[in-house]
């Protein structure tokens, strides 16, 4: 059961965007259609949201949402209700290549110019019967069909067929053209588990939950509020989160971010800490006392290590140490996420 699990994995990045159709034919109706191109199976739409019905296994039920797309790579946010993997296929050469893919990915980051693991080619040209590659698993991938009629809740379909084999299952995909992956199957030992495109929602954001942290002087306590926060393709996460934590506090609480503050940069690091780094904004138009920006900044040490599962965050100003008139960091010197203390506001 585990190599299952592990092998529908391997699925999840063959996810396409849907595009518009392109007419292949000749101008004058007498010249052969131009071969078919890995591009014609895998049109990278933005702000596109996949839904993929499962039978067979819990996990095998997915969306699909783009999170960033450029220069002919596309990071793909993939949740099958298990896990959240990011996932950044490219388009070079006549091959659809993973190049990325991270499990437990429940923050927004981008990956596109990240290298993790083996890489691993999808599909390849040319697109016809016959068509074979190895994998760096040693599993054989060979296109076994070019028009294989498919229906699926969202449609039916004529695909091309790509079937992956092991010496201990197999998996095949079925891919449509101008619109992409319709539909896998997996084998193993008799067992069958399967995921079927059920619809298709254009030019729609994705949707997060975040969790964001004030103070309360009155009772020297963290509150926070749960708000949902918006992402369309290639939005800058850090400059959303800004955004949503510059308006207004909810009442009892006090501003953590200035109207004028702005994150400079934010990622979560190898070393499992969040790396936040604020203009000089934030700290001139403050105005609290020690006690009041301690728990300012213990509010950020909240919203920002929640977001990232992370206990520890770095907070710079400008990319130099946090000095004010009342605390001053060190180098290496981290606040502590202590967000299961704070009080929800409903």
Same mark, same amino acid.
């Given at each position: 059961?585990? +190599?299952?699990?592990? *092998?529908?994995?391997?699925?999840?990045?063959?996810?396409?965007?849907?595009?518009?159709?392109?007419?292949?034919?000749?101008?004058?109706?007498?010249?052969?259609?131009?071969?078919?191109?890995?591009?014609?199976?895998?049109?990278?739409?933005?702000?596109?949201?996949?839904?993929?019905?499962?039978?067979?296994?819990? @996990?095998?039920?997915?969306?699909?949402?783009?999170?960033?797309?450029?220069?002919?790579?596309?990071?793909? +946010?993939?949740?099958?209700? &298990?896990?959240?993997?990011?996932?950044?296929?490219?388009?070079?050469?006549?091959?659809?290549?993973?190049?990325?893919?991270?499990?437990?990915?429940?923050?927004?980051?981008?990956?596109?110019?990240?290298?993790?693991?083996?890489?691993?080619?999808?599909?390849?040209?040319?697109?016809?019967?016959?068509?074979?590659?190895?994998?760096?698993?040693?599993?054989?991938?060979?296109?076994?069909?070019?028009?294989?009629?498919?229906?699926?809740?969202?449609?039916?379909?004529? $695909?091309?067929?790509?079937?992956?084999?092991?010496? @201990?299952?197999?998996?095949?995909?079925?891919?449509?053209?101008?619109?992409?992956?319709?539909?896998?199957?997996?084998?193993?030992?008799?067992?069958?588990?399967?995921?079927?495109?059920?619809?298709?929602?254009?030019?729609?954001?994705?949707?997060? +939950?975040?969790?964001?942290? @004030?103070?309360?002087?009155?009772?020297?306590?963290?509150?926070?509020?749960?708000?949902?926060?918006?992402? +369309?393709?290639?939005?800058?996460?850090?400059?959303? /989160?800004?955004?949503?934590?510059?308006?207004?506090?909810?009442?009892?609480?006090?501003?953590?971010?200035?109207?004028?503050?702005?994150?400079?940069?934010?990622?979560?690091?190898?070393?499992?800490?969040?790396?936040?780094? /604020?203009?000089?904004?934030? *700290?001139?138009?403050?105005?609290?006392?020690?006690?009041?920006?301690?728990?300012?900044?213990?509010?950020? $040490?909240?919203?920002? &290590?929640?977001?990232?599962?992370?206990?520890?965050?770095? /907070?710079?100003?400008?990319?130099?140490?946090?000095?004010?008139?009342?605390?001053?960091?060190?180098?290496?010197?981290?606040?502590?996420?202590?967000?299961?203390?704070?009080?929800?506001?409903?």
């Amino acid at each position: 059961m585990k +190599r299952m699990i592990l *092998l529908l994995c391997t699925l999840l990045p063959l996810v396409f965007s849907v595009g518009c159709d392109n007419d292949n034919n000749g101008g004058n109706g007498t010249e052969p259609p131009a071969p078919l191109k890995v591009e014609d199976y895998y049109p990278a739409n933005e702000n596109t949201h996949y839904v993929y019905e499962g039978m067979g296994n819990e @996990y095998a039920s997915y969306d699909v949402y783009v999170d960033y797309a450029s220069d002919g790579k596309i990071q793909q +946010r993939v949740d099958n209700g &298990g896990t959240v993997m990011a996932n950044v296929l490219e388009i070079k050469d006549g091959k659809l290549t993973k190049v990325f893919s991270r499990g437990e990915v429940y923050y927004r980051e981008n990956f596109l110019n990240s290298k993790e693991g083996k890489e691993e080619i999808l599909l390849m040209e040319p697109l016809e019967k016959g068509t074979t590659w190895t994998l760096p698993d040693s599993r054989v991938s060979t296109i076994t069909g070019t028009s294989v009629k498919i229906d699926t809740p969202s449609g039916s379909y004529e $695909a091309i067929e790509v079937t992956t084999e092991s010496q @201990y299952d197999k998996i095949i995909a079925y891919y449509a053209k101008d619109v992409g992956l319709v539909k896998s199957v997996f084998e193993s030992e008799g067992t069958e588990v399967t995921s079927t495109l059920e619809k298709i929602e254009k030019n729609v954001p994705f949707k997060q +939950r975040i969790s964001f942290y @004030y103070p309360n002087i009155d009772d020297n306590k963290i509150y926070y509020k749960e708000k949902e926060v918006s992402f +369309r393709t290639n939005d800058v996460t850090r400059n959303v /989160l800004a955004e949503v934590y510059k308006e207004e506090a909810p009442a009892g609480t006090g501003r953590v971010f200035s109207p004028n503050t702005k994150i400079n940069s934010l990622y979560l690091n190898k070393d499992g800490m969040v790396y936040i780094d /604020l203009n000089r904004e934030f *700290l001139s138009e403050m105005n609290a006392g020690a006690g009041y920006e301690s728990m300012i900044l213990d509010s950020i $040490a909240d919203t920002f &290590g929640r977001y990232y599962n992370s206990q520890k965050v770095i /907070l710079t100003i400008n990319g130099g140490l946090y000095e004010s008139g009342h605390i001053a960091l060190q180098k290496g010197e981290y606040l502590e996420a202590n967000y299961e203390d704070a009080v929800e506001i409903k």
